[in-house]
């Protein structure tokens, strides 16, 4: 019964910014991952970004140094703060988490699509 609600995708142009926030709900535990990928047309879904509940981040080497990721446990959200974005950033950007708790849990949002574009 764990959902994600994602937002903050949309057009913008090279160089622009962009914030994505992804809200989790339900049974959640402390102990999670949340993180974001993304599918760009014709490519595999990729890792772009991904923190652990205590605040350890693994960034793809794509975007290191122009995207940040960020969580609020309290709020059970995680952001994704994109900065000097380029064509190539254009892409359906995927929330997930995974819950190590009793059991695995994995769960994976509908998806936001984030165009770069002039």
């Known amino acids: 019964q764990v959902q994600l609600v994602e937002s903050g995708g949309g057009l913008v142009q090279p160089g622009g910014s962009l914030r994505l926030s992804c809200a989790a709900s339900?049974?959640?535990?402390?102990?999670?991952?949340m993180g974001w990928y993304r599918q760009a047309p014709g490519k595999e879904r990729e890792l772009v970004a991904a923190?652990?509940?205590?605040?350890?981040?693994n960034y793809a080497d794509s975007v290191k140094g122009r995207f940040a990721i960020s969580r609020d446990n309290a709020k059970n959200t995680v952001y994704l703060q994109m900065n000097s974005l380029k064509p190539e950033d254009t892409a359906v950007y995927y929330c997930?988490?995974?819950?190590?708790?009793?059991?695995?849990?994995?769960?994976w949002g509908q998806g936001t699509l984030v165009t770069v574009s002039s």
């Open positions: 997930r988490i995974t819950i190590h708790a009793d059991k695995y849990v994995e769960v």
């Open positions: 339900g049974s959640i535990f402390s102990d999670n991952t």
């Open positions: 923190i652990t509940w205590s605040g350890r981040i």
